[in-house]
């Protein structure tokens, strides 16, 4: 049997931040709950905002949520009526007065493995061409600047009685190199013959050059 590492996991504390920066010895079990809780919410009541990354910092009582959104514009709302009602809930969640929220745009979602896995997900859900949707993201990866983009799609793809794999390839994506760049993303579609997993693996360079630049 192969033996898979996350790339992202994989590279943490090289040149990647961990999604959750804190400390705690006497409430670890309490925090990562929490933690699990607010990532939780997030994602199930931001789902149309494209989120593609949640960020937790906690320095004593105080605790800031970071949220990288493709739609910035939909986690705020108008006057910023959206995030107020997130960040009472979030308090609620956390047991404190409130929680500070930051919303930042991507910049480049063609370039996030997270939004590229789930955009391929939902066109999945849509049945459209599996084929298709792949190379198009692959392309789109590729003319966006990226080095390599890598895509696996597995379930009973258009149907099929027998689930299957596929892959599309397009440049290249080192995985074992840990001076590469490598974003990673999963997700997966619910459609009416079974879920379908999207897996996506995108190479933006290395990261010596990219810091000399």
Not at 45 to 54: F, G, P, V
Request: hydrophobic share 40%; proline share 2%.
């Amino acid at each position: 049997m192969g033996q898979k590492v996350n790339p992202i996991s994989f590279r943490t504390g090289i040149y990647r931040g961990w999604a959750a920066r804190w400390f705690s010895k006497k409430s670890y079990a309490d925090n990562v709950l929490q933690d699990f809780k607010i990532r939780g919410f997030l994602e199930k009541n931001l789902d149309q905002a494209e989120i593609a990354q949640i960020e937790i910092e906690r320095a004593g009582e105080n605790v800031k949520v970071i949220v990288h959104s493709g739609r910035p514009g939909m986690v705020i709302g108008r006057g910023g009526k959206e995030i107020e009602g997130i960040r009472k809930d979030l308090a609620s969640i956390v047991g404190l007065p409130t929680v500070d929220i930051s919303v930042q745009e991507v910049r480049q979602p063609e370039l996030d493995a997270t939004l590229v896995a789930r955009n391929i997900a939902a066109q999945l859900e849509r049945r459209a061409s599996y084929k298709k949707v792949m190379k198009r993201a692959a392309m789109s990866g590729l003319k966006s600047g990226a080095r390599g983009v890598k895509i696996c799609c597995a379930g009973r793809l258009s149907g099929a009685e027998i689930a299957r794999t596929e892959w599309v390839r397009a440049g290249a994506a080192p995985l074992h190199t840990l001076r590469s760049d490598i974003d990673y993303g999963f997700a997966k579609a619910y459609t009416t013959y079974g879920i379908i997993g999207v897996k996506v693996w995108i190479c933006k360079g290395e990261y010596q050059l990219m810091k000399n630049k």
